[in-house]
């Protein structure tokens, strides 16, 4: 199993940034598809959530209106888009699955 972010960066308070995940080694379309966070000195975060068939997603409070998950099952890709970036979003972005596993992550830095 294996999952592959990329799609990090560096960018402005008020920006957007897109990532994607490519999921390896198990049926995708069987499993919904999160994505985490990790700050430093942080614990780690769940901040978005869509169900197998990509017609349900679930987020926090603190990313809800400005992160939008999305997955495409042929493709075996799950992404995270977000906009109106802050700086306290800046941590390493993971994509994963329950009881599975995660990637190795990407870095987003949120910073003028």
């Known amino acids: 199993v294996q999952f592959l972010e990329s799609g990090g960066g560096l960018v402005q308070p008020g920006g957007s940034l897109g990532l994607s995940c490519v999921a390896l080694?198990?049926?995708?379309?069987?499993?919904?598809m999160n994505w985490y966070r990790q700050a430093p000195g942080k614990e780690r975060e769940l901040v978005a959530t869509?169900?197998?068939?990509?017609?349900?997603?679930v987020y926090p409070a603190s990313v809800h209106g400005r992160f939008t998950i999305s997955r495409d099952n042929v493709k075996n890709t799950a992404y995270l888009q977000m906009r109106n970036l802050k700086p306290e979003d800046t941590a390493v972005y993971y994509c994963?699955?329950?009881?599975?596993?995660r990637g190795q992550g990407t870095q987003v830095t949120v910073s003028s």
């Open positions: 080694g198990f049926t995708f379309s069987d499993y919904a």
């Open positions: 994963g699955v329950t009881k599975i596993g």
């Open positions: 869509i169900t197998r068939a990509g017609d349900n997603t």
